[in-house]
Every structure is written in C-alpha cells, then in structure tokens.
C-alpha cells in the first residue's frame, strides 16, 4: 500500500485544515520541537483505527480534538483523511472523525464501516496502526527491550500475515461465541423436555375433560328430552281433560237455560205446577167457591192482615 496524501482539520495541533502530500520517493518533515511533526505520524495511526488513547500520548481519546488556547476556541470536532493505493492499483480514502460525547465514525470510499472493517483492510495490506513500518517516538526503545512475543508480533506485522491473524482472533472470538451458545441451547432443550412432558400430561387430562364433556352433554340432551317429552303428554292429557270438562260444562248451561213450564205460565212465586189437562175442579172443605185447579185459597197471612194468598196445592 503507497500513502501520499494525508488531510487534517481540528486533529491535536492541526486546528486549521492542512494537508500532507508524500511524494515518491523520500519525504521529510523539518521543524522545531513542539510543530507537530510527531502529530502527523499518530495521524496516520489514528485513521488506521488506533483505540489506545495511551498510544496517542493523550488521557481520553477525545483529548486529540483542538482544545483551543488563549486565541482560538477549542474546536468540537477532528477528522483526518488518508489517501492511498492498495496493492491492486484501487484508490483507497479511509476518513475518521470524532466528535465531544459521539465517539468515532469511519467511512471507506465514502461508505459507512466499522473499526474492525477498516483495522482488517490495513491489516490485508500488511500494515496498520501497529505496523512495524510506522516508527512513532520512542519506538527503537521498545523495539530493543521487546519481549519475544512482541519481537514475534513485529515479524509478523512485517511479513504481512498481521491480518490472517485478526481474523483468526474473530473466528476464536465467533466460536467461542458459538459454544456459549450451545451450552445455554442445551440447557433449554433440557428445561424444554420436563415442559413437554407436563405439556403431554395437561394434553391427555384435556381429552378426557373433553371426552367427559361430551357424554355429560349427550347425557343432559336425552334427559331433557325425555322430560320434555313426559311434559309434552301430561300437556296433552290435560288439555283433552280440559276440552272435556268444558264440554260437561257446556252441556250443563244448556240444560239449565231451557224454558220450563212454570216461567211460560208466568206463575207467582212459591205457586206450584198446575195438574196436567182434564184434572176437574175441586172445592176446598172450608170454602164453597170453586178453585183453580192447582191453587189453593190460604188464609196463613201476617197477623193483622185480612187478605188472603193463594198457595198453590201438591
């Protein structure tokens, strides 16, 4: 990978923006102490997707934004942008900005990626923020007091075979993602097991309360039939009672609203039936005038009283 341009706006010391162009061949950056030319090469690095605030000589990673200083406001912001071309001949814009209380953003080619993304595509390219190849400030005294892990790290960085080794760290990190996950699916399908016998169990009792159910339903159904039916009869028995009586009843009212005899005589009250025709008049022993037949001269009358009341005769 050949980097040769590098643009910064609000990172450390760049408060304003300011661009870096790496020629072919060699470039060299002259200054007094304190300019900033050991921001530039922790600029590289930071793009490159460097998380250890340590590594960039601050507290917090949001300590490379511009603070400000007595005539300049602090800024709110940093990104740098690093220019370069891979190894195929693709030009490739690897863009970085922080922002107070945001965190970082990366893009790729003007695409929205994650650190991981852009860490292996410099690690592809057999460099990164932790190449060998960038030799920030007190770097050859590490180098020299490195322990033989870290020699190998170097060596391995140098050889280009840094981004094999990420990945196989994320496909550790995956697997052993993929047997925690196992180990709790287990304990599911195990607690998933007792449920299903107890589910089986309430299947079976919901059956036969079914089953039951069902009888004791058929069961009502033919009772209240049944019933319905014993009604039904006694209903009817009744009526053809009913129809009967009130036919007696009829019959009665007729008989007793026939005309008789004595009301078509026009007869007084307590007078009785007249003897049938050709019965001959009598006389009563206590009186020479002839009487109706029937009828009878009485002298029985209130006390005082000098009339006379015919009863009628048996």
Known sequence: MQIHRLKLSGFKSFVEPAELRIEPGLT???GPNGCGKSNLLEAIRWVM?????????????EDVIFAGTSTRPPRDFAEVV??????????LVVTRRIERGAGSAYRVNGRDVRAK?????????ATGA???????QGKIAQVI???????RAMLEEAAGIAGLHVRRKDAESKLRGAEA???RLEDLMAGLDAQIASLKRQAKQAERYTELTGRIQAA????????????????????????????????AQKTVEMPSPWRAMNLPTGATMPPPTGTAWRRSPKSSMPRRPGFAISNASAPGSRKTARTPTG
């Open 28 to 30: 060299g950056v002259v």
């Open 49 to 61: 997707g460097e998380t250890s605030a340590k590594s960039m000589r601050s507290g917090g990673m």
């Open 82 to 91: 690093l220019h370069a071309q891979d190894d195929a001949g693709d030009e």
């Open 117 to 125: 993304d852009v860490a292996l595509t410099f690690a592809d390219a």
């Open 130 to 136: 932790h190449s060998p190849a960038l030799v920030s």
């Open 145 to 151: 007091a490195a322990r033989p892990a870290e020699r």
């Open 181 to 183: 996950n196992l180990a």
């Open 220 to 251: 009502e159904a033919r009772l209240l039939f049944a019933r319905w039916r014993e009604a039904a009869a006694a209903a009817k028995a009744a009526r053809a009672a009913a129809e009967a009586a009130e036919a007696r009843v009829a019959e």
